[in-house]
């Protein structure tokens, strides 16, 4: 095949991609062992004395997704398997909690199995923001079906990362990630792409792991009959921990929280300054956050820019553009579907 080959491929530890403090004021108070502040002296939003003040509560607005979901069609995946994949993904598109996300949707393979990246790398629909863009993907999926004779992995994961790579460089202060759906192992094409093997499972770990360079974050949901070893380690290269397996009691239902999960762990933990204090109208030592758990009264989790247990910290001491909370405290939002979170602004910060 004549003309250009671009691909995302990682040669040992080089990549080659071608074409492509404490700002607050501490405050006394008392935290529960979650971390979450149920009283103080001062400073606060209705803790008493006679220091305290009346802040102002706005919903978190947490930092724009963009997300390319790229889903096996090969022959293996039919039956149960597609139809619990284009359910659950139907599901996810209008469901309220996925609004806001700017989605580009893509399926594998494309014909026959070429090693070029970039034939993939632009969504068959997308980019485009949830609610808005759902009945587009349901369209797309209502013309697909399990019919492929391969699975690429390596070329078509590789195009959605490069897809994601390109919104992460043209949109920095945005969260960009891959959602690689599959229920096997990669298949062709036979021989090299650009002196790599497609097959390796390594080789394609490789690119999850680049790409993670590049910002973007790589899940992989693996439904029956996935090589289970092969998920794990492209998703742990990818930033995302392990790969969400799905067994086969109930497929759709398994699928949709599986979904869920990719959302929930993508979406809660990275939250915009808000604009009053872009705008000098709210000094940056006095933002406190607020979290709910369990649908609960949501309390101030304080400021813990070390992340030795529960709290949040800025991204850029001095001179923050996110709020992101630390790792216990973004465990605990990220697994409750009832969990709500705050920015309570005008009263001093309080800090663990």
Do not use: H
């Not at 609004?99 to 949707?105: T, W």
């Not at 993907?137 to 004779?149: N, Q, R, S, Y």
């Not at 529960?310 to 939002?333: E, F, H, K, N, R």
């Amino acid at each position: 095949m004549g003309g250009w080959v671009v691909l995302l491929v990682v040669a040992g530890s080089a990549l080659a991609a071608c074409g492509a403090g404490n700002e607050g004021t501490s405050d006394t108070g008392s935290t529960t062992s979650s971390g979450f502040t149920t009283s103080t002296g001062g400073g606060g939003n209705g803790f008493g004395g006679e220091d305290s003040c009346a802040s102002v509560d706005q919903d978190a607005a947490p930092t724009p997704l963009n997300l390319y979901i790229m889903l096996d069609r090969s022959s293996s995946m039919v039956g149960t398997k597609w139809d619990a994949a284009v359910a659950g993904i139907s599901a996810f598109l209008s469901d309220g909690a996925s609004a806001g996300i700017e989605l580009g949707f893509n399926s594998f393979p494309d014909s026959m199995p070429i090693c070029d990246q970039t034939v993939y790398k632009a969504p068959a629909v997308g980019w485009g923001e949830l609610p808005g863009i759902a009945a587009q993907v349901d369209a797309e999926l209502a013309t697909l079906g399990p019919d492929g004779f391969s699975t690429p992995v390596y070329q078509a994961l590789g195009g959605a990362l490069l897809g994601a790579i390109e919104m992460a460089e043209n949109f920095p202060e945005e969260s960009a990630a891959v959602l690689l759906i599959t229920d096997g192992s990669p298949q062709g094409p036979a021989g090299l792409c650009g002196g790599v093997n497609p097959e390796d499972p390594q080789a394609i770990a490789d690119l999850a792991d680049a790409a993670l360079g590049f910002g973007v974050t790589t899940f992989v949901v693996g439904l029956p009959g996935v090589d289970q070893s092969f998920a794990n380690l492209v998703a742990q290269a990818g930033g995302s921990e392990s790969a969400i397996l799905v067994g086969t009691t109930n497929v759709e239902q398994e699928f949709r929280d599986a979904l869920a999960k990719v959302r929930g762990d993508l979406l809660p933990c990275e939250y915009a300054i808000p604009d009053a204090v872009l705008n000098g109208e709210v000094q940056i030592t006095e933002v406190n956050v607020k979290i709910g758990l369990e649908g609960g009264e949501p309390a101030i989790v304080p400021q813990n820019p070390d992340c030795e247990g529960p709290g949040w910290y800025y991204d850029v001491p001095g001179d923050p553009t996110q709020i992101l909370l630390c790792p216990a405290t973004c465990s605990a939002v990220s697994t409750d579907p009832n969990a709500s979170i705050r920015i309570a602004l005008g009263c001093a910060t309080i800090v663990f």
